[in-house]
């Protein structure tokens, strides 16, 4: 067993990798199509073929993929693939849509819609966490809850293609243990704004759980390689990551696990944020 969370349960069997998606993924479908695309070679671990979404008891999928390997959670800070995680995301973002035209219409990137279900499970369990920061999480999360992540969440400008639920845990190599690293995951994949992307590790820098050297290590190559280095990004990504940081502070609330120091360091990141402007 690679994973058991309520999104997914992560089995591997020799090189092969089975994922029992949640029964509301009901576009994985689509989403595994793109996986397979040629034009996704190389950004995108493709499924092992056929690409088909296998279906389960309970209206759940399975589906299959090779095994990678994942990054080390112990590899020092200075060794950490920053460079190759940000022209990955480069690449998917600067994907032109129309080279999947033949696949049809493309869903929505998820990564709004994560952050406004992350209030909704909190609302849930009224019992956890203070209420100070209760209440700074609703402040930051309620706009997205109340529309369920729409229109607050939609790309300024034209959507491209995202992976919605970007972090170092998303890369593997592969063929393994030394071949070129590959984005996995494609649950939450589909057009939206970039922004969303960095927004996850542009929350763990803000929190100060992130060194400024390797967000900027992540930061300026992402930018050198889709032409914007020099430009400020927090204008487009400021939003986004105060979405994540409250995000990431309601999962710890309601995980049911003691407070450590990444969740009490979100926690404390939204009470300041919800006293800004």
């Not at 609330?253 to 926690?267: H, I, T, Y």
């Amino acid at each position: 067993m690679l994973a058991d969370r309520p999104d997914g349960l992560v089995l591997r069997a020799g090189d092969t990798v089975l994922k029992a998606h949640a029964a509301r993924a009901g576009d994985i479908g689509i989403r595994l199509a793109v996986a397979a695309h040629p034009a996704l070679a190389g950004i995108l671990l493709p499924p092992l073929p056929p690409a088909v979404a296998h279906p389960l008891p309970g209206g759940r999928v399975a589906t299959r993929w090779p095994y990678g390997a994942p990054l080390d959670h112990r590899t020092p800070g200075p060794e950490v693939p920053w460079e190759a995680a940000a022209a990955l995301l480069a690449r998917l973002h600067t994907l032109d849509p129309a080279r999947l035209a033949d696949l049809g219409p493309l869903p929505a990137a998820r990564g709004p819609a994560r952050a406004a279900e992350a209030l909704r499970r909190l609302r849930a369990v009224p019992e956890a966490g203070h209420p100070e920061v209760r209440r700074a999480i609703e402040r930051i999360l309620g706009p997205l809850a109340q529309d369920r992540g729409g229109d607050r969440g939609q790309a300024r400008g034209r959507p491209v293609l995202c992976h919605g639920d970007f972090h170092l845990g998303q890369l593997v190599r592969h063929p393994r243990p030394e071949g070129p690293w590959h984005l996995i995951d494609v649950d939450d994949l589909g057009l939206g704004d970039p922004a969303w992307d960095l927004a996850r590790p542009a929350a763990w820098y803000a929190a100060g759980l992130l060194p400024a050297a390797e967000w900027d290590r992540l930061l300026s190559a992402y930018q050198s390689a889709t032409g914007t280095l020099g430009e400020d990004p927090w204008p487009r990504l400021d939003g986004p990551a105060r979405a994540l940081t409250a995000q990431l502070a309601a999962r710890a609330l309601v995980s049911g696990r003691p407070p450590d120091e990444a969740g009490q360091a979100f926690a404390d990141a939204c009470v300041r944020i919800a006293g800004l402007p």
